[in-house]
C-alpha cells in the first residue's frame, strides 16, 4: 500500500467538486488522481487509474451512480472502496447503495469533518486488510466485517469522560511497562494509578472493553477465584 490513498472524485457539478476535492486533500492520507463529471466518464477513469477510493455522486447526467457503483464492481484488480456522495435520501437508493458495497453514505451538504472522518474509517479498514493473514479465523473475519471503531461512545450515565480517558490513560502505561511479560493489568492496579476505587475504576475499563478499546480475560490464581486482566485493544 502506498502512503497515500488515490482517489476519484465523481461529480457533475464543477463547484461542488472542487470543494469536495478540497475536502479530500486536506487528509494527509489521501490524494485526489482524477475528476468525473459523469458516469461514462467516472468509469473510464476508474479503469485507467485504478483509483483506491471513488467518491461517488448518485445523481448523474448519464448513467446513474447506483449503475457506475455496480459496473465498478465489475472492473477487474482489488475492489475500490466507494463513498456515496449524494442528495439521495431515498430508503431504496441508500439499499441500493449498501447493497453495492459502499463503505459510507454521505448526504449532501455535509462538512469536511464528516468526509473526514469516513475517510479516517476506510483508511483503518484498509490498513486492517492489510495487515490481515491469507486465512482468517472467525474473530478476525467478524471484526474486518465489522469495520474499524473510531467513535467514541459517551460513558454510561454516572461516568464522567475525563475519569474514561485518565484510565485508559493508565491502562496503557501499565501495560506498556509491564515485566512479567503479561501486558495487562488488574483494575486494582488502574485504581491505585489514577486514584480512584476499583469499583470505580472496573466500570470504566468495561466501558473501555464495550467500545473496543481495551480487551478483558481472566487470570485463575492460587484461590481459584479469576481475577479480570485489563489491556490495550
Not at 68 to 80: A, D, F, Q, T, Y
Amino acid at each position: 500500500m502506498t502512503d497515500q490513498a488515490r482517489t476519484l472524485v465523481v461529480e457533475d457539478d464543477p463547484a461542488v467538486a472542487v470543494v469536495h476535492r478540497g475536502f479530500v486533500e486536506s487528509h494527509p492520507r489521501f490524494v485526489v488522481v482524477g475528476e468525473a463529471r459523469n458516469g461514462a466518464d467516472a468509469l473510464q477513469l476508474a479503469s485507467a487509474l485504478r483509483p483506491d477510493l471513488v467518491l461517488l455522486d448518485l445523481h448523474l447526467p448519464d448513467i446513474g451512480g447506483l449503475d457506475v457503483l455496480r459496473r465498478l464492481r465489475l472492473l477487474p484488480g482489488p475492489p475500490v472502496d466507494v463513498v456515496a456522495t449524494t442528495a439521495a435520501r431515498e430508503l431504496d437508493s441508500v439499499r441500493q447503495a449498501m447493497a453495492g458495497g459502499v463503505v459510507a453514505y454521505l448526504v449532501k451538504p455535509f462538512t469536511s469533518a464528516a468526509l473526514r472522518e469516513r475517510l479516517d474509517e476506510v483508511w483503518q479498514r484498509r490498513e486492517d486488510v492489510r495487515r490481515a493473514q491469507t486465512t482468517l479465523d472467525q474473530d478476525e473475519v467478524d471484526q474486518l466485517l465489522a469495520g474499524p471503531r473510531t467513535a467514541t461512545t459517551l460513558p454510561p450515565k454516572g461516568l464522567s469522560e475525563r475519569s474514561r480517558t485518565l484510565v485508559q490513560e493508565a491502562l496503557g502505561r501499565l501495560c506498556a511497562r509491564a515485566e512479567d511479560g503479561t501486558a495487562d493489568a488488574s483494575a486494582a492496579e488502574v485504581a491505585e494509578s489514577v486514584g480512584m476505587s476499583r469499583v470505580s475504576a472496573r466500570r470504566y475499563l468495561e466501558h473501555l472493553v464495550a467500545e473496543g478499546h481495551a480487551q478483558v480475560s481472566p487470570r485463575y490464581g492460587s484461590t481459584g477465584r479469576p481475577e479480570n486482566r485489563y489491556r490495550p485493544a
